[in-house]
């Protein structure tokens, strides 16, 4: 019988006085009762609105209908057709804004909790599976992958399934990308990263990491030494932006990349980490996205006082509703229409405040946002310690400086077409290395498509197998 709810299930979560003190998950996931019912409140219906909302395109209706009827192991088969991220996925795609933002049942009330009723169907996997996995016929040819986050995993994950030797080539010595350096342990415990590459390793996905695609090796060896017939570029933003106001150069500035990777790949908030970072009493986090809510949540771990400054409005805040809500209990005070001035330092040089500037809206930018104008003779000094500079990352230049004919955009990006063609034959790329910054599932679409067209590329060379 359907359930009438207006609301989805809660999802159980950590108190919020208890979990701003640790690194462990804040939310806990549903239990079997708990999803069966949040199951039933789908209407399968014929024209499946949330699937035209995936980037991926997830059979929705269908897993969720196993879901109901209890049948966990089928609901993550019809999951894995389209996705070899589901537990990732489950935790961190922007539901809200794309298949249940099209769920029928949030025309009156809250969609389906697809998202949630996602991770628990993968965490029910991932606390069964045996690890055998049956491997797919070696079709006779491979392909290399560079990067291993998101859109490197998912173009790696639809190859191998159609039998290609993939191979993916990581610069740092653990993969996952930005899911494991980005992302905090609260938001996206590791261990489940590790799982879902482990899945494809046992699909038969060979992983080498500590090679920097550009300097360890170039694409032109790949292709020319190595083999390889096709290559994937999904190398992530890993380069910080900043603002280039007086005093980033102090110490005790970070960008959220350096302080978020330090944290969630490098343990820094543990003891005896060989990487410790510099705590602050204060810290101002710059930036509105996810990235600053993860930064500032992290912050407050650590055992500072966190407040946000950021442009624009709360309405315009880029970052995920749920994360802001977190991060609002978790004690995150917010600034908004501020924006920084100069940063003050010490006479040791380090931070010890920054000036700032109140802002008003004016007409929408070219992100379609109101822009943020200063307000004249309204500048004021917040003391602090630690700035974190939140304000998004470009791609890195190595790989377009070492591949000749390799295209991009004023921003670094690299041009690919919607299938993921660059201009360089046999080169392909996705995710932020081609959109700058964005979100998972939009990587792992892009991911996605460009397994698609290596596929179908190498095919009409009507090459001998190589292996």
Known sequence: MTNLSLKKNAMPAQDPAVRNQNFLEVTLGYTAEQAIDEAKRC?????????????????????????????????????????????????????????????????????????????????CYYAQVSGEIEKPLPNGHKVAVIGSGPSGLTCAGDLAKIGYAVTIFEALHLAGGVLVYGIPEFRLPKAIVQKEIDSLKALGVQVETNVVIGKTITIDELLEEYGFEAVFIGSGAGLPNFMNIPGEN????????????????????????????????????????????????????????VTIVYRRTEKELPARREEVEHAIEEGIEFKFLHSPLQ?????????????????????????????????????????????????????????????????????????????????????????????????????????????????????????QPVL
């Open 250 to 305: 102090l110490k005790g500035v970070y960008s959220a990349n350096e302080f978020l990777t330090r944290i969630n790949l490098m343990k820094a908030y543990q003891p005896d980490s060989s990487t410790p970072i510099q705590k602050g009493k204060n810290v101002i986090v710059v930036g509105g996205g996810n990235v600053a809510m993860d930064s500032a949540r992290c912050a407050k771990r650590l055992g500072a006082n």
């Open 43 to 123: 209407l399968n219906c014929k024209n499946k609105p949330c699937v035209n909302g995936c980037p991926v395109s997830i059979n929705i209706p269908a897993f969720i209908k196993e879901v109901e009827a209890g049948h966990f192991a089928a609901a993550y088969d019809v999951i894995n057709q389209a996705s070899s991220l589901p537990a990732v996925c489950g935790r961190v795609c922007p539901q809200e804004n794309q298949c249940e933002k099209y769920c029928v049942r949030a025309i009156k009330g809250e969609p389906v909790g697809i998202g949630r009723l996602e991770r628990f169907v993968a965490d």
């Open 343 to 463: 940063i003050y330092g010490d006479e040791n040089g380090f931070v010890s405040g920054v000036l700032c500037q109140e802002m008003v809206l004016s007409e929408p930018d070219a992100s379609g946002r109101a822009r943020p104008v200063p307000l004249q003779g309204s500048e004021f000094k917040m003391d602090c310690d630690i700035v974190v500079m939140a304000i998004g990352t470009s791609p890195n230049p190595l790989i377009k400086s070492t591949t000749a004919g390799l295209q991009t955009d004023r921003y670094g990006c690299i041009v690919a077409d919607p299938n993921g063609s660059t201009s360089r034959p046999a080169v392909f790329a996705g995710g932020d290395a081609v959109t700058g910054a964005a979100t998972v599932i939009l990587a792992m679409g892009a991911g996605k498509i460009a397994a698609a067209a290596m596929h179908q590329f190498i095919q009409n060379q009507k090459k």
